[in-house]
């Protein structure tokens, strides 16, 4: 298994330049679809306090800040933003990973995605940059350039770049419009410069040679044809096709930035033939 625990600097909270707390609270209400009354009941306020507040003819409150920010879903991040905006301190501290603090969290970390083997689990950032990983992640990786693996791997690029996993993808398409998709739905959650790069910079790799060719008869015992019960991302290793389908967990009512933007993504056999090949490799 693999921890990276320091890593590039994160990037911290500032205020954005030429805005106040108004007109950032109308943006995420906006984006949210929720209409200033009803805001308003969720916060127990007013619809014209909350219009104030917007327009900047009333300053909220730091405690206020932070009531709409929660009946807004605000990521952690953007609510120390909208504090900034508002003339408060940040009011979530952003610890870095190999803080002793967060030994605990490193730890529990650890045992959760060791404990998942032989099955395949890992831990990303806000920007996909793999922070831990188990041995089950090391198998699927197996063959791919150091470049790509050194010296903070990012998850996108390692699955989508056409010298990682994507030639050995058999399913590649489905698969890649899963993960931009998937990208798609956090930029409109996080105002990210960041992970709008990282998009752009994934979205324009070219497919690899024979990913329009459809997939091929796959190598190894013939089965039963398998109804899967949600999209499997279905990759070669070692001479056969091994099915997976992932699971993304957070933490719950995170405290800190940092918590609050690691994600631990496992992925689980999607059928009883990829079940059986992992499991032989312990046995």
Known sequence: MTLVASGPAP????????????????????RRRVSQLELALRA???????SFVETGRSRPSEEMVLRLAEHLDVPVRERNALLLAAGYAPHYPETPLDDPALDALRDGMERLIRGYEPYPALVVDATYT?????RGIAMLLAGVPESLLAPAPNAMRLTLHPEGLAPRIRNLREWRGHLLEQMERQIALHRSDALRELYEEVAAYPLPA?????ECAEPGEPGEPVAYFALPMRIEHAGRVLSFVSSISTFNTPMDVTVAELAIETFLPADPATAKYLNSLVS
């Open 11 to 30: 990037a911290r909270t500032t205020a954005p330049d030429g805005q106040g707390v108004g007109p950032l609270l109308r943006a995420w209400r906006e």
């Open 130 to 134: 793999v922070v831990a990983a188990n």
């Open 210 to 214: 024979g990913a329009d060719d459809g």
């Open 44 to 50: 127990d306020s007013s619809a014209r306090h909350i």
